[in-house]
């Protein structure tokens, strides 16, 4: 986007190729910061009714008579560079980077000297800080609260006249002025996070399974899950009990959405009729009994809807399942029994678990060694405890999960996540309104088509180094 005739403190700016990010007055002399990407040439014009007297490295400059334009062209450098125009308009060129963590603040007239009385006094702070949390002055200057990440940072402040003093986090800090420029710089160093990673090894855990005596379990003829109340978030269990099939019978299924499941025939996967397609078939040789009862159990994935396209508005849910020889001459199986999660209240709640439940003992990793595939649950309940990070500092946590099985994450009951294996996520962001510092936290890992705990290989719970902060207090004084 190229800002053309736009009205600044004491002038008009032409146009620019470099993109705006603040202006103001600054005491008796305004400024204008624009930015661009190191090694590109930005060219800037501004309204000048004669020849201005320009100090500052150029590569071009040109006065349009014609025109009443002035035209500059300027190499954006890995640091800022100064330009100043008759003395009364600085130009400051930035770096991208350093300019998205360059901050503008307004301060009184009166709060440093060489301040114009008439009217507030802009004070730019040029550096890398995340961002500017407060501001004011004292009865000696101005100071900022920024917030940085660790490591060492270099900041420059226009202020119209020469400080005395320069404070950090109320320590005397090292700084030089420029008088031409009008520019106080500084540097001031970040330690590190004082936070360590959690590892999570072990906790407690228990299977549920299909088992139509726990839970609530709900009989009914197959039909769209929308007709039968809220459609859930998660996995839905379907459970009927066909009698003797022959061998070379095949299972017919059909669903109402292209979402994916996974059925099971005597505890045994059927992987033809495992996948999302809406129509699908398979045979039952080898895992159907000629004499008794087959158990057929069905796991729907029910994750969300589409809000565009030919399938908005689709029903949801396993619409019908046939046993026979072909499609046309199948026989459908009646008798369905259908249940949502023991432990789901609502989509992104945990509802306290049934007193019956018997948790047992879980070791997390290394991997179980089986990668078959069953009709459970596998719910891990895990507890960590997170110290509350010294008042200055600033850092949002994340879990990170590495597993055999798809997952569903649970922090303090809430939902914060899905885990799948093909990837890529790793990382879940674990919002601060549910964490409870200085006290333990529960978190609750959900695997699906397991009975072993021990396919969670990875659970840690660490905070985002990337986006750590600190706040500093910077301060000039008069």
Known sequence: MMPVQVAIPGGKLRYSTAEIIAQGSNGKRDFLIVYDEPGRVAEIAFAADRAPRVEGGVLYQHWDKEHDSLVLGIRVENREKFLQINRRLLLAVLPRKRALGTWAA???????????????????????????????????????DLEFRPGEHGLTALLPSAPTKCQVDGSPADFKYDPLWQTARTRLTTPALPAKAVEISSGEFWVERFDPHVGRWEASSLQALDETGLVPYGYVKY??????AKSSDKLFLTSYAEDARKVFVNGELIADLSNSQASAEAPLAGAVKASGDNVIQISYEAFGTPNFGRTLGELKGIESVKIGANRAGARPLEGWKLARFLALAQPHRLRSIP????????????????????????????????????????????????????????LNGKFVGRYVTVGPQKDFYLPEPFLNFGGQNELMVLLAYADDPRHVRTLRVSPYEEFATRRTRVEFEA
Not at 125 to 134: C, E, G, M, R
Not at 374 to 402: D, I, K, M, N, S
């Open 106 to 144: 307004q301060f009184s007239s009166q709060a440093l000297p060489g301040g114009d009385n008439a009217q507030p006094m802009d004070v730019p702070w040029i550096t890398d800080a995340a961002l500017l949390v407060a501001h004011g002055t004292s009865s000696h200057g101005v100071w900022a």
């Open 239 to 244: 459970r009927a009990v066909s009698p003797p």
């Open 355 to 410: 007193p019956s439940v018997r948790w047992q003992p879980a070791t997390l990793g290394p991997p179980s060694g089986h990668s078959k595939q069953v009709p459970a649950y596998t719910w891990v309940r895990t507890r960590f405890a997170l110290e509350r990070l010294p008042a200055a500092w600033f850092a949002p946590y994340r879990v990170t999960v590495e597993a055999e099985r798809d997952a569903l994450l649970y």
